[in-house]
């Protein structure tokens, strides 16, 4: 479905993604580990059109998208969530995802109809009950789910996940995931960037592992993450649990 080749982006001395390549499969939920700064959210910010590559090709389905914009690349069914949550704070939680529901691969027709399959998707987030709350007042728990809610408004058929689980309980970090293996067994491919390593082996059918800005594995979570030399780069990081 989406293949990265040779991908590369400098910030002035910093090589933060490093003639990095992989491929998604369609259907499947591709981890993507590394310690920190080892450039995992530059490659989303890359493959979303955020950020463009200094060197390497994007492709999608077999075109290339290497150099189209953010919201082209979103129309073509890629959608991403955010690190650092970002809403409209001063806009109900339901027009945050309305919003969203005007652009990407299926715009809807209207603001009504955007704001019903809105209020249906906050449903399906356990957000039901926030539609009318300004999503400024939202904890960070419920932002990281308005961000799921308002990335799905877009009918992504690959969703990018960075750090999803992030400052969840463990209760919410269960139900995040129940939500994440749904929304795949419904259609959509993902790709999951998180350090929380249970949910990575307990989710992800496969992982990338990055180390400064380099691909240093790749293969079933177990063994990655039995794999000497990613177990050494996490080493004085976050150690795999
Ligand atoms: N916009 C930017 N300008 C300058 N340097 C940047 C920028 N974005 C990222 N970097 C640098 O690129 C490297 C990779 O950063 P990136 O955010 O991709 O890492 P990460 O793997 O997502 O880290 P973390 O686990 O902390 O989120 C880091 O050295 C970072 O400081
Ligand atoms: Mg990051």
């Known amino acids: ?47 979303a059109g955020a950020l463009a590559a200094d060197a390497g090709t994007i492709t999608l389905d077999g075109r290339s998208i290497t150099r189209l ?9 890629i959608a991403r969530t955010y690190q650092h949550v970002r809403c409209l704070p001063h806009l109900s939680t339901t027009d945050n995802v309305a919003v969203a529901g005007l652009y990407g691969a299926r715009p809807a027709a209207s603001t009504g109809a955007a704001r019903r399959a809105a209020r249906a998707l906050l449903e399906r987030v356990g957000l039901g009950w926030a539609g009318g709350v300004p999503a400024g007042r939202l904890t960070v728990a419920e932002r990281k789910r308005l961000e799921v809610a308002r990335a799905l408004a877009t009918h992504p058929r690959l969703l990018l996940l960075d750090e999803p689980l992030a400052g969840l309980n463990p209760a919410e970090a269960a139900a ?50 039995a794999d000497a030399r990613v177990m050494e780069v996490y080493l004085g990081e976050r150690a795999p649990a």
């Open 1 to 47: 479905m989406l293949a990265v080749a040779g991908l590369c982006k400098a910030f002035g001395g910093v090589r933060a993604v490093w003639d990095v390549s992989f491929a998604v499969a369609p259907g499947e939920i591709l981890g993507l580990i590394g310690p920190n700064g080892s450039g995992k959210t530059t490659v989303f910010n890359l493959v």
């Open 69 to 77: 914009t953010p919201d082209r690349r979103n129309a073509l069914g």
């Open 176 to 225: 995040a995931l129940d939500l994440f293996a749904r929304i795949r067994d419904e259609g959509t491919t993902l790709m999951i960037v998180e350090h929380n390593v249970g949910a990575v082996r307990s989710i992800c059918g496969r992982v990338v592992v990055l180390n400064s800005g380099e691909k240093i594995a790749e293969g079933a979570p177990e063994a990655v993450l």
